[in-house]
């Protein structure tokens, strides 16, 4: 069943969001500088067909990536790589993600100890992620 367009909004609602093609599931990364920007558990869903309006900020967190806030509130919106169009947007800006299931985790093993999502999907440490997605700056993006 094809989902809707859907869209969200900031804390303080000065960023909008529309989501045109919304995957129904979403990522989760544990490496240290998803932690460190997140605060604690980094969740997105890739999406190539969105919209925002609104005092959208990129911060160029390492060579390789962009991740974006909200300029009024600091509300966090997504990563983008540099070398693609797709964006990994942050699903508590939805309300239609309330449900949505886990496709995979990766850098299990760097994740804080409360931090464990149910759900039977694909889970990788920081070793076997790093073996088949070998980073050009050898660090996580
Ligand atoms: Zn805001
Ligand atoms: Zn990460």
């Keep these: 069943m094809a989902m809707g367009a859907i869209t969200g909004q900031c804390l303080c609602g000065a960023v909008t969001v529309t989501v045109n093609d919304p995957p129904g599931w979403v990522g989760i990364c544990h490496c240290d500088m998803c ?12 999406s190539r067909d969105f919209a925002f309006s609104g005092p959208v900020v990129e911060h160029a967190s ?7 806030f909200c300029g009024t509130c600091g509300s966090h919106l997504y ?16 309300q239609e993600t309330q ?23 694909k889970r990788a440490t920081e070793a076997e992620y790093e073996e088949n997605n070998p980073s050009p ?3 996580p993006t």
């Design 35 to 46: 932690k460190r920007w997140s605060g604690a558990v980094f969740a997105v869903f890739p």
């Design 62 to 68: 390492s060579p390789a990536s962009f991740r974006a």
């Design 99 to 121: 449900d949505w299931p886990v496709a995979s985790e990766i850098y299990t093993d760097r994740a804080l100890c409360w931090v464990q999502p149910a759900g039977d999907h």
């Design 79 to 94: 990563m983008r790589d540099t070398d693609r169009e797709e964006r990994d947007l942050m699903p508590g800006l939805f």
């Design 137 to 139: 700056i050898g660090q």
